[in-house]
């Protein structure tokens, strides 16, 4: 039974027992940046629900801090008020820091050298997975690169033993012995856990959530979110607590099942016209009563200019309602692409409304470079905050969802209003920014359309979106040599990196929404993947359940391409487990029930063929007492010796086992 515990001068620690080991967390304490000129102060004498002074005489900031435990871990949240009679500004708020040696396992300290945590990245398309105390995490060096697929304000260190996991974290402190430190409301803070174990010395733990410099008027109280301090068996069942809580507490919007569907952007891109959709549209028609699809995708490529989302390019003769009745006809939901809160500069959205514009110094912020729009224009982005930008973007989301007739919209680029910027609305942190844009999609788009977020920072949108990317886009590569330097082998566009993502989030499908792994294409032309390639990435698709979408010309599609798509499909049903998460930075094991029948995936990620032996006892005991197991994609059998499986495999492939 987890138990709060006071110390006589250093603050309360947090005691748990997991699997018959005592593990002591803390003690806590909490901090605060604030001023005109960032100020640290902090405090380690907070006690539960009492209040104490961060600062000195001269900077004071009254503050209270809740530390609740219950059967599971320990709630902690601070709070301050502004006492001044001016505006304070607000950079961050600690409600946790933990100093000094702050886990120890029976009374000792526990050795960072056996610990493996969880790194959650910023935002769908940043780099997800575990490290140890030895790895080095690294943002790409180019401003342009970070800024689309990394936090913008909190920098990766690049320095061994110095880890920050956006949103919520798992430490496996040993096998059997795990911590989750995690927020559980996100809607107006950003916030990340970072561990600092350099050297293998325990030297802290602190909780940010960052105010982005808002202003809080006088006399005036702010409360950080939440933060829950939980304990488990293991590093994944932890973050599935987390998440559980975090999906409770936001009211998330998990379907019934995940939607499938097809998607115009990986044959066609930008190049798409209304034929080639209405050509699919009868592909999709006839594959129907083999794949179960719901939805016909147009991705990018419709609009007349990023920004201007009611005005449609002339590849599309009829109008995008026309082509939205065609869809609906034929019995599927019209789905369509749109990045609500970007604008090109020449967008009339642009021109006409420059105090829309999101601002840094009075300049616009530029959130990305993209050549498929513009060889010489950066985009702009939206001030959300703007209250005219809100109601722009409700009456948008209600063309076209009620006059067009599109239930499911794809919001791309979202990461484009969280940049540090100075807003309309000098109180309202980035998180403000992002949750007020999509809610205003929401209550144009109604409560029957289906939102997928793409490219957005992940706490915000848990209760407004239905589905999420949550990870970088597949490619017809494996992965390139920019993805593996430049990019860090962990960010940027690559299937390897896809897969790994898919991976390392499956714990949030079914708990804060429908996970979208991006598309699976299985084409032969223009595609590099090699069929072990297509055929892994298939299999994480299918079994991890999350939502299912097609992005061929499915009528060039031949009949061993078409099985390809149909094995996968069937793969899905059962919330996946990753039985390696921790002990791998690709995992390579995933663990699902399609129909109900328990189904492991035997993969090599490698560089080179290899063979594994699994113990079927640790990974997936349900089928640890089988004869043999029957793999779905070649039809061939392996027999199991005590639990044992013995597989061959080839570089980048894998096996997806069942029993014979």
Same mark, same amino acid.
């Given at each position: 039974m987890p138990e709060l515990r006071e110390t006589n001068d250093t603050g309360p620690v947090l005691e748990l027992e997991i699997a018959g080991r005592r593990v002591t967390v803390g003690p806590f304490g909490a901090g605060a940046v604030y001023g005109p000129t960032p100020l640290v102060h902090r405090a380690y004498d907070l006690s539960p629900a009492s209040t104490r002074t961060l600062g000195d005489e001269r900077h004071p900031l009254p503050a209270t801090v809740e530390v609740d435990s219950d059967g599971q871990g320990a709630t902690v949240r601070l709070a301050v008020t502004n006492t001044r009679t001016e505006p304070l500004r607000l950079w961050a708020l600690h409600p946790l820091?933990?100093?000094?040696?702050? #886990? *120890?396992? !029976?009374?000792?300290?526990?050795?960072?050298?056996?610990?493996?945590?969880?790194?959650?990245?910023?935002?769908s398309w940043s780099g997800t997975g575990t490290l140890r105390v030895g790895d080095v995490d690294r943002d790409p060096p180019l401003h342009i690169l970070r800024v689309s697929s990394c936090s913008p304000v909190h920098t990766a260190r690049g320095t061994p033993g110095i880890v920050r996991s956006e949103l919520l974290t798992a430490i496996e402190i040993r096998p059997g012995v795990a911590l989750g430190f995690g927020f559980v409301t996100s809607a107006r803070q950003l916030n990340g856990i970072e561990? !600092? =174990?350099?050297?293998g010395v325990q030297r802290s733990l602190v909780a940010t959530c960052d105010m982005d410099g808002i202003e809080l008027p006088p006399g005036e109280t702010i409360q950080t979110e939440v933060l829950r301090v939980v304990a488990g068996a293991s590093g994944e069942a932890v973050l599935a607590t987390l998440a559980?809580?975090?999906? *409770?507490?936001?009211?998330?919007?998990?379907?019934?099942?995940?939607?499938?569907?097809?998607?115009?952007?990986?044959?066609?891109?930008?190049? @798409?016209?209304?034929?080639? =959709?209405?050509?699919?549209?009868?592909?999709?028609?006839?594959?129907? !009563?083999?794949?179960?699809?719901?939805?016909?995708?147009?991705?990018?490529?419709?609009?007349?200019?990023?920004? !201007?989302?009611?005005?449609?390019?002339?590849?599309?003769?009829?109008? &995008?309602?026309?082509?939205?009745g065609k869809i609906s006809a034929a019995g599927f939901d019209a789905g369509i692409w749109l990045a609500p809160f970007l604008?090109?500069?020449?967008?009339?959205?642009?021109?006409?409304?420059?105090?829309?514009?999101?601002?840094?110094?009075?300049?616009?912020v @530029?959130?990305?470079?993209?050549?498929?729009?513009?060889?010489?224009?950066? &985009?702009?982005?939206?001030?959300?905050?703007?209250?005219?930008?809100?109601?722009?973007?409700?009456?948008?989301?209600? *063309?076209?969802?009620?006059?067009?007739?599109?239930?499911?919209?794809?919001?791309?680029?979202l990461y484009a209003v969280t940049l540090p910027a100075d807003r309309h609305d000098a109180t309202a942190t980035r998180a403000d920014a992002l949750r007020r844009g999509l809610d205003a999609i929401r209550a144009g788009a109604g409560e029957d359309a289906f939102l997928l977020g793409c490219g957005c920072p992940l706490g915000p949108a848990v209760g407004v979106v239905d589905g999420m990317r949550i990870g970088q886009d597949v490619t017809p590569w494996w992965s390139l040599p920019v993805t593996r330097t430049v990019m860090q082998d962990r960010h940027g566009l690559a299937t390897k990196h896809a897969i790994r993502n898919t991976l390392a989030r499956?714990? &949030?499908h079914g708990r804060l929404w429908s996970n979208d792994p991006d598309c699976l294409f299985v084409k032969e032309r223009r595609n590099r993947l090699t069929l072990d390639e297509v055929r892994a990435l298939a299999s994480v698709i299918g079994l991890s359940d999350g939502m299912f979408v097609l992005s061929d010309r499915l009528r060039d599609l031949g009949a061993e391409r078409e099985e390809? =798509?149909?094995?996968?499909?069937?793969?899905?049903?059962?919330?996946?487990?990753?039985?390696?998460l921790f002990r791998r930075d690709m995992p390579e094991t995933l663990v699902g029930s399609p129909g109900g %029948?328990?189904?492991?995936? #035997?993969?090599?990620?490698?560089?080179?063929?290899?063979?594994?032996? #699994?113990?079927?006892?640790? @990974?997936?005991?349900?089928?640890?007492?089988?004869?043999?197991?029957?793999?779905?994609?070649?039809?061939?059998?392996?027999?199991? %010796?005590?639990g044992v499986v013995v597989v061959d495999l080839p570089r980048h492939g894998c096996v997806v086992l069942r029993r014979a």
């Open positions: 820091e933990a100093r000094g040696p702050f #886990v *120890t396992l !029976d009374g000792e300290e526990a050795d960072p050298a056996e610990w493996a945590m969880f790194r959650n990245g910023y935002q561990v !600092d =174990v350099r050297g559980d809580e975090l999906g *409770t507490r936001m009211h998330a919007r998990v379907p019934s099942r995940p939607p499938a569907g097809w998607c115009s952007w990986y044959h066609y891109y930008t190049k @798409v016209t209304q034929a080639a =959709v209405e050509e699919n549209l009868e592909s999709c028609a006839s594959l129907r !009563d083999r794949v179960p699809l719901d939805y016909v995708m147009i991705d990018d490529g419709h609009q007349a200019h990023i920004g !201007d989302w009611l005005d449609t390019n002339a590849k599309f003769p009829d109008g &995008m309602a026309a082509l939205a604008a090109d500069p020449v967008s009339a959205t642009a021109r006409e409304h420059p105090e829309w514009l999101l601002r840094h110094d009075g300049r616009p @530029v959130p990305l470079w993209n050549p498929a729009w513009s060889k010489t224009r950066p &985009m702009w982005a939206l001030d959300t905050t703007h209250p005219d930008v809100a109601e722009w973007l409700e009456e948008v989301a209600r *063309t076209i969802r009620y006059d067009w007739g599109y239930r499911v919209l794809k919001l791309d680029f499956a714990f &949030m390809i =798509v149909l094995t996968a499909a069937r793969l899905g049903g059962g919330l996946g487990s990753v039985p390696d %029948a328990d189904t492991v995936m #035997v993969a090599n990620f490698e560089d080179s063929p290899r063979t594994r032996e #699994v113990d079927l006892s640790t @990974v997936c005991p349900a089928l640890g007492d089988a004869a043999s197991l029957v793999d779905v994609w070649s039809g061939q059998h392996h027999s199991v %010796a005590r």
